[in-house]
């Protein structure tokens, strides 16, 4: 770690920065990696804490914003491979994996890799910003005005859904969300959850019928889409594949398979 020393040459004190500014980004990689293992791994239960949040705010000294922060990085590297092994290798530094992670998935996880690695962070925040745009203008049907190349990196824009709670409500819920530990993910889980207790408090009699989604996919483009209330909503090419394992697909004119 460089040490200031007051007096020093303009140039002299220019190395000094430059040379601070790659510790802390060593540093800051570090710390991501040893969160994310402490999450993972549930480390934080063997130092006293009931919960990540709580460790990292107590322990650490993180505010909410920060935690939440390195909450969601680690959520997001560990089902972005690539992207993690370039943090961990030191290529993609912390600040540009916290601007591209909420715009990708395994989809289109490559091309932002490739290119966060050849252009600067402000480029990248850049390109960011206009893909979110981009992708909110498509999923509420606005055509662009120009055309756009295919090679730009394109981003997959998440639904957020809100709930209400009061204060003991969520402090059960996040230490229920905390032990939720399933292979499929927690969302998945928290639907299976409200499947079952909507199949358990079925009036008596009534059959019960599985929960069904009608996806629509273009013949000439193969994009899909799912109506919503909040709208159409495109799907990406991986949650696209993985519904394909359990539908029934009609098509006008022919018979159901």
């Given at each position: 770690?460089?040490?200031?020393?007051?007096?020093?040459?303009?140039?002299?004190?220019?190395?000094?920065?430059?040379?601070?500014?790659?510790?802390?980004?060593?540093?800051?990689?570090?710390?991501?990696?040893?969160?994310?293992?402490?999450?993972?791994?549930?480390?934080?239960?063997?130092?006293?804490?009931?919960?990540?949040?709580q460790y990292a705010e107590v322990a650490l000294g993180f505010s909410t914003r920060r935690t939440t922060d390195f909450v969601m990085l680690c959520k997001r590297l560990e089902k972005l491979p690539l992207v993690k092994k370039q943090v961990e290798s030191g290529k993609i530094?912390?600040?540009a994996a916290r601007v591209i992670a909420p715009v990708i998935d395994q989809t289109n996880?490559?091309?932002?890799?490739?290119?966060?690695?050849?252009?600067?962070?402000?480029?990248?925040?850049?390109?960011?910003?206009?893909?979110?745009?981009?992708?909110?203008?498509?999923?509420?049907?606005?055509?662009?005005?120009?055309?756009?190349?295919?090679?730009?990196?394109?981003?997959?824009?998440?639904?957020?859904?809100?709930?209400?709670?009061?204060?003991?409500?969520?402090?059960?819920?996040?230490?229920?969300?905390?032990?939720?530990?399933?292979?499929?993910?927690?969302?998945?889980?928290?639907?299976?959850?409200?499947?079952?207790?909507?199949?358990?408090?079925?009036?008596?009699g009534r059959t019960a019928t599985p929960v069904q989604i009608h996806i629509h996919q273009c013949e000439d483009c193969a994009k899909a889409s799912v109506q919503t209330g909040k709208g159409e909503l495109e799907i990406g090419e991986a949650e696209l594949a993985q519904a394909k394992c359990d539908c029934q697909v009609s098509c006008p004119g022919k018979r159901n398979t």
């Open positions: 770690m460089p040490v200031f020393c007051p007096g020093q040459s303009a140039n002299e004190v220019h190395l000094a920065l430059k040379s601070a500014l790659k510790s802390m980004a060593e540093a800051e990689k570090c710390a991501v990696i040893c969160f994310g293992e402490i999450m993972e791994r549930k480390l934080y239960r063997e130092l006293g804490y009931g919960s990540i949040n530094g912390y600040t996880e490559r091309v932002w890799v490739d290119f966060a690695l050849k252009n600067s962070r402000r480029e990248l925040e850049r390109e960011v910003k206009w893909a979110k745009k981009e992708a909110v203008d498509a999923a509420k049907g606005q055509q662009q005005l120009m055309p756009v190349p295919t090679s730009r990196p394109a981003a997959v824009v998440p639904v957020r859904v809100s709930l209400e709670m009061t204060p003991t409500q969520f402090a059960q819920y996040e230490a229920l969300w905390e032990q939720i530990d399933a292979p499929a993910g927690k969302v998945e889980a928290l639907l299976e959850l409200m499947q079952s207790f909507a199949a358990e408090t079925r009036p008596r």
